[in-house]
């Protein structure tokens, strides 16, 4: 029996480990239907100096858990039977989603977490895709693995005549992709960065493997460095998020290759130091039912001009302002354009979302000297407040006739905002000195809403130590 459905294919997450095998001699496998893989160009490369042919589909032991509401444990069949899905609660009539784990992965709780978001957000059919024979492995034998994974997804695809739209992730998806004309979306989770970076198109995920392309990058230090990212910084999707830069991601502790000398990467420690590899699942689950807040991503070439401490893309009209996550396809960018990035801020625990307020402070250029030292602010909305907050990562020097502009983040939208408190903490071994600051003009600006309101001061003075609130609008 042959279906016809509407397929939508979320999820996949990488990581990785350390490869010692001597160099494979250049190869070619065939198996059956699923076709010939070879391990030459463009598999073997200056980027993937070691490149293996893939396990046979019958090492891998590929299976499928059909999952609705109906079912929501899931039904397993083999990914050599297609036609046991007729045991399953699979409705062709439904949407349908597959999620991917990655190497020396299953579907562990993040994932159940996952799918039981995506159920409980619409009446889905959810495919869990099971590899964790080929994903327990060497990781460079993991990454030849993919390439089954990824053409039996398609051969599936193919088999339920899927003709509307999908959305997959990472580098499974984009084999499946390359084998799926048509196919509508793609969303690549914190995509791999060791052998798959800089790599050629074919190799890896790009904007070619589906209609949309959308990813979210949580970890991209380089894996060659100190801190020992897992994760592409390379954009590959017509859209790319980069949360918090796409670095230290909130509440992960600092981890990185002093945690792995002496020893292969094994599952224990990607638990360990892959905690911001990994946040890209828990934040993509946090948008499928994120309500009001809208995971707003601002359009910027680098994390350099976001640029945590002034907020130089806040502001964005048309296509400069996206959604992260489960809804990225609300916002596209005009046909033929790939490669742009966003990117915004995060809390550390769900739910994850943040509004973002860019404050901009205008130092009197009449009045008093240059000081040095830290700045706090608390914002009062009509709907909420959020204050203490430090908005300078560090002691700074503020001069007369000076602008300073600075992200807060809020995880309640504050509504038009009425008034601004401002605190001063001079820094200086020079006790006996009376130091101040003078305000002309505090600026605030909402991203999400691309509202503005403006407090005139004339030349108000903030001494050490002292908060002073201003409410009166220009």
């Not at 279906?3 to 979320?10: G, I, W």
Request: aromatic share 10%; glycine share 10%.
């Amino acid at each position: 029996m042959r279906l016809s459905v509407p397929v939508q294919v979320c999820l996949v997450v990488f990581a990785w480990t350390a490869n010692a095998n001597p160099r494979p001699k250049r190869a070619t496998v065939c198996y059956n239907d699923l076709g010939c893989f070879s391990n030459g160009s463009p598999f073997q490369s200056v980027h993937r100096p070691i490149s293996f042919t893939p396990d046979s589909p019958s090492d891998i032991a590929t299976t499928y858990t059909v999952c609705t509401r109906q079912d929501s444990s899931g039904t397993t069949i083999d990914a050599t039977n297609f036609g046991s899905i007729g045991t399953t609660t699979f409705d062709g009539a439904r949407p349908t989603k597959f999620m991917v784990h990655g190497f020396a992965e299953f579907h562990n709780q993040k994932y159940q977490d996952m799918k039981d978001a995506l159920l409980a957000q619409g009446d889905y059919n959810v495919i869990l895709v099971e590899w964790k024979d080929g994903a327990a492995t060497l990781y460079g034998q993991a990454t030849a693995n993919t390439r089954i994974v990824g053409a039996q997804i398609a051969q599936l695809i193919e088999y339920l005549q899927v003709s509307v739209p999908a959305c997959l992730g990472s580098h499974v998806a984009g084999y499946a992709g390359e084998r799926t004309p048509g196919l509508a979306r793609i969303t690549g989770l914190d995509p791999a960065e060791p052998y798959f970076q800089y790599t050629d198109k074919v190799v890896r995920l790009d904007p070619t493997d589906a209609l949309f392309v959308d990813v979210i990058h949580t970890d991209v230090s380089s894996f060659f460095s100190v801190e020992t990212g897992f994760g592409m910084s390379q954009p590959c999707g017509h859209v790319d998020y980069y949360p918090n830069g796409g670095y230290q991601q909130p509440g992960c502790s600092g981890g990185g290759l002093a945690s792995v000398i002496g020893g292969i990467v094994t599952v224990d420690v990607v638990e360990r130091v892959g905690c911001n590899h990994q946040r890209s699942v828990l934040l993509f689950t946090d948008t499928i039912n994120a309500g009001q807040c809208p995971y707003r991503g601002y359009q910027c070439d680098s994390e350099d001009d976001f640029d945590l401490s002034s907020g130089k893309c806040l502001p964005c009209t048309g296509s400069g302002c996206g959604r992260m996550g489960f809804h990225a396809d609300d916002v596209k960018p005009a046909a033929g354009v790939s490669l742009v990035k966003y990117y915004l801020n995060t809390g550390d625990k769900s739910p994850y979302c943040r509004y973002h307020y860019k404050v901009t402070l205008a130092i009197s250029s009449g009045r008093g000297r240059e000081e040095r030292g830290n700045l706090f602010v608390k914002l009062t909305g009509s709907a909420a407040s959020v204050g203490g907050v430090e908005i300078t990562e560090e002691s700074t020097y503020i001069k007369p006739g000076s602008s300073h502009s600075f992200i807060v983040t809020s995880p309640q939208e504050l509504g038009p905002i009425q008034k601004v408190a401002l605190h001063f903490e001079y820094d200086s071994i020079f006790w006996f000195l009376t130091p101040a600051i003078y305000l002309d003009r505090i600026d605030v600006y909402s991203g999400e809403a691309q509202t503005s309101a403006s407090f005139c001061a004339n030349a108000v003075k903030v001494e050490d130590d002292e908060t002073e609130v201003f409410q009166n609008t220009c």
